[in-house]
């Protein structure tokens, strides 16, 4: 019997090398036109860029157009680390004060619960993906009106998903992709109460 030939691995194909999308080629085109608005780049040069951004077809490619810009808001958010809360025994909680939203949150709740309270962020990013974990006293979440959650890739687990969330998408604001298991006691996610909403009110006139 005559033995086969091992198959031959592939090669890691380098960041730099992977396709780019329409959106990130979109991405850059906004970002190059703030530059030349800010006064970075003249319109020549914006052009050109601009011709070279849509016609790019690796990351590699739109990161050369880009790589001597100071890094866009979102790009900076997009670089922080995931915001990891764990319940334990005391419970855990991030808001409803100001706090800089990173694009990946886990959430586990363990005994304590936790409680993630978006409604006086600052996000920056286009989408947030919430990884909340209900296990034995379920997670909290709390978004503003006019945000909106995606929960098809959240399994509900015993305790189950509440989503009291509108679906109305105000343009600019972010979707809460929701993703993890709503274990024992489940995992909840809605607008903010009247109470909450009179407490936003207050802040706003302070502020």
Sequence with gaps: MT??????????VPSGELRASHDDR????????????????????LDARLEQALTSKTYGELALLTADLPKSPSSVAEDLPPLVLKGGMYGASRGPGRWE?????????????VS????????????????AYGETSGVTIVIPDGWA???????????GLKDRTTP??????????LTGSGGMAGVVIRHP???????????ATRD
């Design 149 to 159: 959650a995606d929960t098809t890739g959240m399994h509900p687990g015993f305790g």
């Design 26 to 45: 979109e991405a850059v085109v906004e970002q190059l036109r703030d530059a030349a608005a800010e006064g970075r780049i003249d319109l020549d040069e």
């Design 101 to 113: 939203v990173p694009g990946h949150v886990i959430a586990h709740a363990g005994v304590g619960g």
């Design 3 to 12: 033995a086969q030939p091992p198959e031959p691995t592939r090669r890691p």
């Design 168 to 177: 109305d998408r105000l343009p600019g604001t972010p979707l809460i992709r």
């Design 116 to 131: 993630l309270d978006f409604t006086r962020a600052e996000c920056r990013l286009a989408e947030v993906v919430v990884e």
């Design 193 to 203: 109460g009247k109470r909450e909403r009179r407490k936003l009110e207050g802040n």
